[in-house]
């Protein structure tokens, strides 16, 4: 009895390392989401590499950022809407971002509709993960 006991205790260890490291360092994940793999309607929360960023205004006259974002598997297009020109500034372009939002479907390619771009530290990504491809 002593031995199954010591094994869901070690079970529930793990399970609640898995929940503090997610919560976390997010970055540090175990299974990593590359751009070719990501789907129609799919929410995103991972690390790439910001490019070829501008600052539009929309047809109301509100600004949205439209941005590539890549990694070593490929690039997806992206928007966030009702952007600022204080959020433009944060990152610079091949800047590492971390980008939370959901993917759809626009003119038959998958986009990336961002809801938060937060700028990441180089120094704590690896590379080999998030190259971009040239």
């Known amino acids: 009895m002593s031995r199954i ?3 869901l205790q070690f079970h529930a260890f793990v399970i609640e390392w898995r929940v503090w490291q997610f919560r976390y360092f997010p970055t540090s ?3 990593r989401r590359y751009i070719n793999q990501l789907r129609d309607n799919e929410q995103v929360d991972e690390v ?3 490019t070829d960023k501008q600052l539009r205004p929309n047809k109301n006259g509100k600004f949205y950022i439209q ?3 890549s990694d070593k598997t490929g690039m997806i297009g992206g928007r966030l809407w ?5 959020q433009f500034y944060q990152y ?3 800047d590492y971002v971390r980008a939370e939002g959901a993917t759809q479907r626009f003119m ?3 986009q990336l509709i961002a809801k938060k771009l937060t700028k990441v530290d180089a120094a704590t990504i690896t590379e080999a993960a998030t190259a ?3």
């Open 5 to 7: 006991f010591r094994t």
């Open 29 to 31: 994940r175990l299974m």
């Open 48 to 50: 790439y590499q910001i």
């Open 67 to 69: 941005f590539n974002l």
């Open 82 to 86: 009702n952007a600022t020109e204080e």
């Open 92 to 94: 610079d372009n091949n």
């Open 108 to 110: 038959g390619a998958i």
């Open 132 to 134: 971009a491809i040239t």
